[in-house]
C-alpha cells in the first residue's frame, strides 16, 4: 500500500490550493480516505474525509465551507480542494487510509499560508 500526497506550496491567505493523493497496492475504490493535518507544535487533526464511493464526506469545523474532499477511483485518486486559505491552515498535510485494519500514511505534503 501506498500513499503519495502532492499539491503543497506557498500560498496568499485568500488563495487556493488543490492537494492530490495518489494510492496504490490496494482496491482503492473500496476504501474510506481521510486527509490530516499537523502543525508545528500541535497534534494531528482530521481535515476531511470521504467514504470509499464518495457519497459521503465529512469535514474539520474549522475548514467547513472552504475545503472540498473528493475522489476519482478511476485514477486511484482523492483530492483536496482549498479555498479562501487562511495563516493557521499551514502544516503538514497527510492522506491516510485504514486496510485490513492497518494504518497508511502517505510522506505529506506542506502548505504555508503567508503573505
Known amino acids: 500500500v501506498q500513499l503519495v500526497e502532492s499539491g503543497g506550496g506557498l500560498v496568499q491567505p485568500g488563495g487556493s490550493l488543490r492537494l492530490s493523493c495518489a494510492a496504490s497496492g490496494f482496491t482503492f475504490s473500496s476504501y474510506a480516505v481521510t486527509w490530516y493535518r499537523q502543525a508545528p507544535g500541535k497534534e494531528r487533526e482530521l481535515v476531511a474525509a470521504?467514504?470509499?464511493?464518495?457519497?459521503?464526506?465529512n469535514y474539520a469545523d474549522s475548514v467547513k465551507g472552504r475545503f472540498t474532499i473528493s475522489r476519482d477511483n478511476a485514477k486511484n485518486t482523492v483530492y483536496l480542494q482549498m479555498n479562501s486559505l487562511k495563516p493557521e491552515d499551514t502544516a503538514v498535510y497527510y492522506c491516510h487510509t485504514l486496510y485490513r485494519a492497518m494504518d497508511f500514511w502517505g510522506q505529506g505534503t506542506q502548505v504555508t499560508v503567508s503573505s
Open positions: 470521504i467514504t470509499s464511493a464518495g457519497g459521503s464526506t
